[in-house]
């Protein structure tokens, strides 16, 4: 016999109004996601049935379609997810020494190149745009000759893949890769590269492009067509909404503008006659992860249903390995704080492990002092190491997505996934991807959920511990790295002894084939490679490109 002096409830509203004088005194007037979506007190089998939940439909078991619970059958249990560390900064040997470093520490995700801010936008080191930005933010690279002095040493059938966030200059550090490799004479297959090679979202939140957003999606749609039969298992896109949430996005947004962003390259790719069942498996959905835990999590599961679904219904995908993209997730810089550094522990592994129970194949995690700097070794150390205990002494691996069937988490599935089709139909209405950056729909979405999460942390709506709420005397600082300032100016004498020492005949021969490559609208890859081989620069590629295409000049937004 119950104790309990009140009647069993027979419903969710029934248990409301029986328990109403008990949920009257809450912490806060309302609860919602952090994309705005209503959470209820307690989530029950009516949630479920209300929305017309059918378990077969709408979950499924893993490595069948609709893929909610993953596109394996055994989930981590055969393979743990790539714990991947993002780093580079300084000259290519600094660089080397780092990635040497988070290989020796247990690193299984191969090596993530950061790129410099020259670099990415198709600058030379020495050119007079780069001042004080060498090497800052990422590793320089301007030639051939810096990415053969990144690998120094490094065998590639021992890395397992190679990443870089390179968006708009994808295609030239794709053919400096196929470059090595066949200088080392090591298959493409032996070590798996992926590159970002995502320029539509630099134009919404990054901001290092540089050629109009038409021709940077041609160079795209080239470096795919070109990796089909030149290296048929990299993945030579990364479609990333991780910097677009950064920039203001929510959670929802974040996962909707990818998928239209990916719906305009895949549109672009079928256009030159290539068929989804041929590329869907090697295409990247790449995201970040923040601090709101059960949205996160099933934020994945519903990509994975939303993108699926497309590859079907939208692309005409015919076989289940195309509908079967690499889901790949970092934990996000934005929630890390300057104050009280050490709490960032926290967030990153709190991060780390809705990535994992949403069942992301690849983590990239970052480090406890990345608001204030560039990682120490410490630092990345301590993120690699937040992995592996979550990987080998929680137990979470060993059963495929074991927050499944949690009523709370499968009526949030359902709401993301309503909404972020919502948003595609918004966005196809509009005429596509393009057509939204250009009018600053993108843009207007972030900036205004970057001015809403503002107001909420100064109000003290949002709690930040250690910002807005806990606050404490800072103690001794946590150590930063400084990079060496010395390096900018050795990369720049390195740079002028390739110059000094290459043919020069060759590489004017290999950037008149690109030009006319360019003008003719031809695959660009070819050439692009003829020029890295002859060790042509990053500035005299992208110069080609700059001259043919023109240059991005920023059309009015209105906010």
């Given at each position: ?84 560390m ?10 080397n ?46 030639s ?27 295609p ?16 493409t ?66 996962a ?62 015919t ?29 990153i ?12 194949e ?9 608001a ?7 630092a ?11 990987a ?35 966005v ?26 503002q ?95 023109g ?9």
């Amino acid at each position: 016999m119950s104790t309990s002096s009140k009647s069993l409830p027979q419903t969710y509203d029934h248990w409301l109004s029986e328990h109403s004088q008990d949920l009257q005194n809450s912490r806060k007037k309302s609860f919602e996601s952090s994309s705005g979506i209503p959470v209820d007190t307690l989530y029950t089998p009516e949630h479920l049935q209300k929305s017309g939940w059918d378990y077969q439909r709408d979950v499924g078991y893993p490595g069948q379609a609709p893929y909610t619970r993953g596109f394996t059958p055994g989930g981590y249990r055969q393979h743990l997810w790539k714990m991947e560390m993002y780093a580079g900064f300084g000259s290519a040997e600094e660089a080397n020494e780092r990635y040497r470093y988070l290989m020796s520490q247990g690193s299984t995700g191969g090596i993530s190149i950061a790129l410099d801010l020259p670099t990415q936008v198709g600058y030379d080191s020495d050119h007079l745009m780069a001042r004080d930005e060498v090497g800052q933010i990422g590793v320089a690279l301007t030639s051939l000759d810096d990415v053969e002095r990144v690998f120094d040493g490094i065998p590639l059938d021992q890395v397992g893949h190679i990443f870089s966030t390179a968006n708009c200059i994808g295609p030239i550090v794709c053919a400096w890769l196929l470059a090595l490799y066949e200088k080392r004479g090591t298959p493409t297959a032996d070590c798996i590269v992926q590159l970002q090679n995502d320029p539509i979202k630099e134009y919404i939140a990054r901001g290092t492009q540089f050629l109009p957003i038409e021709s940077a999606v041609k160079l795209t749609t080239d470096m795919i067509e070109y990796c089909r039969t030149a290296a048929p298992e990299w993945l030579p896109i990364s479609i990333s909404g991780s910097h677009m949430k950064q920039a203001g996005a929510t959670c929802v947004q974040e996962a909707a503008f990818t998928i239209c962003n990916g719906i305009t390259y895949v549109e672009s790719c079928l256009a030159r006659g290539m068929k989804i069942d041929d590329f869907g498996h090697v295409i990247e959905l790449h995201f970040c992860t923040e601090m709101d835990f059960f949205e996160e999590v099933a934020k994945y599961r519903a990509v994975r249903k939303v993108w699926a679904r497309l590859v079907r219904e939208r692309f005409g995908g015919t076989t289940a390995k195309a509908q079967h993209f690499r889901l790949h997730a970092a934990t996000s810089g934005r929630p890390l704080t300057a104050q009280q550094p050490l709490n960032n522990i926290a967030r990153i592994t709190l991060q780390a492990l809705a990535q994992i129970l949403g069942g992301c194949e690849q983590t990239r995690t970052a480090s406890f002092d990345e608001a204030l700097g560039i990682p120490t070794q410490e630092a990345a150390r301590t993120s690699i190491r937040a992995n592996q205990i979550i990987a080998f002494e929680t137990g979470i691996p060993d059963t495929v997505d074991p927050l499944g069937g949690s009523y709370y988490l499968e009526n949030l599935t359902i709401e993301y996934e309503k909404r972020i089709d919502a948003i595609i139909a918004q966005v196809d209405k509009m005429g596509g991807s393009l057509v939204a950056v250009k009018d600053g729909f993108f843009q207007r979405a972030l900036a205004q959920g970057a001015y809403r999460e503002q107001c909420a942390v100064e109000s003290g709506e949002q709690v930040v511990v250690g910002v807005n709420r806990f606050q404490s005397e800072e103690g001794q600082p946590v150590p930063t790295f400084k990079v060496d300032p010395g390096a900018a100016e050795r990369q720049i004498a390195k740079l002028k002894q390739v110059r000094a020492s290459r043919d020069a005949d060759a590489v004017a021969k290999g950037l008149q084939r690109l030009k006319e490559d360019c003008l003719a609208k031809r695959n660009i890859m070819p050439a692009t490679l003829e020029c890295v081989k002859a060790y042509a620069t990053i500035g005299e590629i992208a110069d080609v490109w700059r001259e043919v295409f023109g240059v991005y000049v920023p059309e009015s937004v209105r906010f």
